[in-house]
């Protein structure tokens, strides 16, 4: 079974797991692809210590397979208690850091729901789009602005369930090595 993603930027295609044996394998498999640098935008607080040590041991595992850039941005920069200022803030931060050239991926709780095998696909599709490099863009406690949410190329979900920032990018990490 063949899935479409319309994507800002051009169309994502990828087969659905549940047509490879017992879920595994992709299109890719056993062939070179070209591999993207990543950078991964996080907005939030200062990440636990425990955050930091497992996102560097992943980012030292991933180096054979490209660069990963990690950044952070602060939420609420402006300390505002105004929500939607907050976001708007957190927002022109985020899109002020995305090169023209950059692939989005907006990590959203009403993003595509999509399996390993398929996020193996849509970093091998990535790598055919022309683009010089991959962002992943992870949202603050309110959520992503108006503004990623228009210029991302494709917005994805890592679970059903709302997840801080610290742990989203651990199971982000953690699918970007089972790719490699």
């Known amino acids: ?60 595992k991933l180096k054979s397979y490209c660069h ?17 200022a907050q976001v708007d803030d957190e927002d022109t931060a985020v899109v002020n850091l995305i090169r023209s050239d950059d692939w989005v991926v907006m990590l959203d709780e009403r993003g595509l729901d999509i399996g390993s095998e398929q996020m193996a696909e849509l970093l091998g599709d990535a790598g055919n789009t022309g683009a010089s490099r991959l962002s992943f863009c992870i949202g603050g406690p309110y959520g992503h602005g108006q503004q990623i949410r ?25 699918q970007l090595y089972r790719t490699g």
């Open 1 to 60: 079974m063949t899935m479409a993603i319309s994507a800002r930027g051009g169309s994502l295609r990828w087969t659905n797991d549940s047509s490879y044996p017992s879920g595994k394998g992709c299109k890719y498999a056993g062939q070179a692809v070209r591999a993207l640098p990543i950078r991964i935008l996080t907005v939030g607080k200062k990440r636990s210590r425990g955050v930091q040590l497992l996102l560097d041991e992943y980012i030292a």
């Open 68 to 84: 990963v850039d990690d950044v952070q941005i602060r939420s609420n920069p402006k300390n505002t208690r105004n929500a939607r």
């Open 150 to 174: 228009e210029r991302a190329n494709v917005s994805i979900k890592l679970s059903s369930m709302v997840l801080n920032h610290q742990i989203a990018l651990l199971v982000l990490m953690e």
